[in-house]
């Protein structure tokens, strides 16, 4: 049985689904149990749980083969990784753990929490002397979906520089996830998956432009401008500072590099953010 966390999110619905398709018995960790996602068959079995009790991870857990982890970005967000780690080895049936981390993970970059985070995840994995495999993606397509308004203005407004990034899609983190939950020969292997080319923001702003049929501008904006306005439209400053920090990485040319983990992993090539863009153009038109 694999126990997806995470279930409800963008990455985890689609694990869960993907999952269910290829005929897997799935148990989907959710807070709140009657927030099932749409596509969820009735065979998934879901349980309530939280990354912050122990008690209830320990129920969640109970008779896991495979557990898929993955936490949301929080302060608390490496305790929550490690919380779910020790209820795994409380089980006493030494379940295998695919850590859904972040491209970057490897290179343990000074200064980035997010990626921080996740080495101090994967470190804990590592001395728990469970069976692991890391899945690190790189920044996913779909987060230029919390843009479109911006996109609708014609512009696309980022402290990102002019350095290439490979985003990867969300679907296929999700379809790699899957490849990787229900087959073996990934033990100590950490997966890096990008999309097939570094694009600059330049190049995200045509595309998008493209499909929403107007122009869209790239402006590149400095991380204390970039702050400042996030403070002000009242985001939550771990998050925002968060952010700001990961885009710093992004413009210093540290996310741009492409791998082949996503073919390798799922037999397809990875989805462009062309692929993306014309998937999703209702969304970025006016
Ligand atoms: N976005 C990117 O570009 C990107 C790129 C690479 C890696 N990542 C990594 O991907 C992860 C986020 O993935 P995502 O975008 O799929 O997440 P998401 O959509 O934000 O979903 C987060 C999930 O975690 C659950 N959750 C939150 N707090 C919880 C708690 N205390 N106990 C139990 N469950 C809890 C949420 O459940 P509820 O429904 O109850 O809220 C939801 O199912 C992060 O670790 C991030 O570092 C993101």
């Known amino acids: 049985m694999i126990v997806v966390t995470g279930a409800t999110g963008t990455v985890g619905s689609k694990v869960v689904s993907g999952l269910r398709e290829r005929g897997e018995s799935v148990r989907a960790l959710v807070r709140d149990p009657g927030s099932r996602p749409a596509g969820w068959d009735e065979g998934v079995e879901v349980v309530a749980a939280d990354y912050t009790d122990p008690t209830s991870l320990d129920t969640a857990l109970a008779g896991a083969d495979v557990i898929y982890l993955l936490v949301a970005v929080h302060p608390e967000m490496a305790q929550h990784e490690i919380n779910v780690i020790d209820a795994a080895v409380r089980t006493g049936l030494r379940p295998r753990i695919v850590l859904h981390a972040a491209a970057g993970v490897e290179v343990k970059p000074e200064g980035v929490r997010f990626l921080s985070a996740h080495v101090t995840g994967h470190a804990h994995l590592q001395a728990g002397g469970l069976p692991w495999t890391v899945l690190a993606p790189n920044g996913f397509h779909q987060n230029f979906l919390g843009m479109a308004a911006a996109v609708k203005a014609g512009r696309l407004t980022a402290a990102a520089g002019d350095?290439?990034?490979?985003?990867?899609?969300?679907?296929?983190?999700?379809?790699?996830?899957?490849?990787?939950?229900?087959?073996?020969?990934h033990e100590g292997a950490v997966y890096t998956l990008t999309g097939p080319a570094g694009l600059t923001h330049d190049e995200i702003a045509d595309q998008l432009g493209a499909v929403a049929g107007r122009t869209v501008a790239y402006q590149a904006v400095e991380p204390e401008a970039a702050l400042a306005g996030m403070l002000a439209a009242g985001w939550d400053p771990w998050r925002a500072e968060g952010l700001i920090e990961l885009y710093t990485f992004y413009a210093g040319g540290g996310a741009g590099a492409v791998t082949h983990d996503v073919e390798k992993l799922t037999g397809h090539a990875p989805r462009s953010f062309a692929d993306f863009a014309a998937d999703h153009a209702a969304v970025f038109r006016g």
């Open 163 to 185: 350095a290439p990034v490979s985003w990867v899609d969300a679907r296929d983190v999700a379809e790699a996830a899957v490849a990787v939950l229900t087959t073996d020969g």
